[in-house]
């Protein structure tokens, strides 16, 4: 099983989802989970910066509210936000009132019309009601640069193996993945730039 690509059944579960941008052309849109927290963030916003790119930062509710200047700065440097629940709960763990409740709650902070379920993973239920006022957003390659069995040159590799024209590509703003971020993601940025890609943020009207 492939685990950096999403498997079909995903795909076919979450139908309206976007889990690819246009692969005609050759754009890559960076996201990143989790956030913000100062121990990963401001080198994710400097690396974006000195490289000129701009990405979508899916973001939990509640590190917002603990620090909201650095939700300010990634939008004041132009870059995307959306909703990933404001605890970073599972769907499977939650009713339908408790998930979306939750979801709403982190919106009065983000104030995104895009969300992405932590984990990849929520109850049909659940997506069909949050899809109602959300674009849903999913992935086409997750770096895996939150395991600990992987380097940060395996995580480029990932990059560098599974990228395709309108790949959305996930790496984590997360204390799991920084020491990794801190050689991958600038080696990834470059090696895609390399390959002629540009870079898009998930735009609000998909």
Avoid: C
Avoid at 30 to 47: A, N
Avoid at 179 to 186: E, R, S, V
């Amino acid at each position: 099983m492939i685990i950096e690509q999403p498997a079909v059944y995903l795909r076919w579960l979450y139908p309206r989802a976007l889990w690819r941008m246009d692969r005609r052309e050759k754009a890559v849109y960076l996201t990143f989970d989790d956030g913000p927290i100062p121990q990963s963030t401001p080198f994710i916003l400097e690396t974006l910066r000195r490289l000129s790119v701009k990405a979508t930062f899916f973001m939990v509710g509640d590190n917002v509210r603990k620090y909201p200047g650095l939700y300010e700065q990634i939008v004041s440097e132009g870059h995307q936000v959306g909703n990933h629940t404001h605890n970073h709960i599972s769907g499977f763990r939650h009713t339908l009132r408790e998930y979306s409740f939750n979801v709403e709650k982190a919106n009065a902070y983000i104030r995104s019309p895009l969300f992405r379920p932590p984990h990849g993973w929520m109850r049909l239920a659940q997506y069909a009601l949050l899809s109602r006022k959300y674009k849903v957003v999913m992935w086409d390659l997750v770096t895996r640069d939150y395991s600990k069995w992987l380097t940060a040159e395996d995580v480029v590799n990932n990059v560098k193996r599974y990228a395709r024209p309108g790949s959305i590509i996930t790496f984590h703003d997360s204390l799991k993945s920084i020491g990794k971020l801190q050689t991958a993601l600038p080696e990834s940025i470059t090696w895609l730039r390399e390959q002629g890609y540009e870079f898009k943020t998930i735009p609000i009207e998909t």
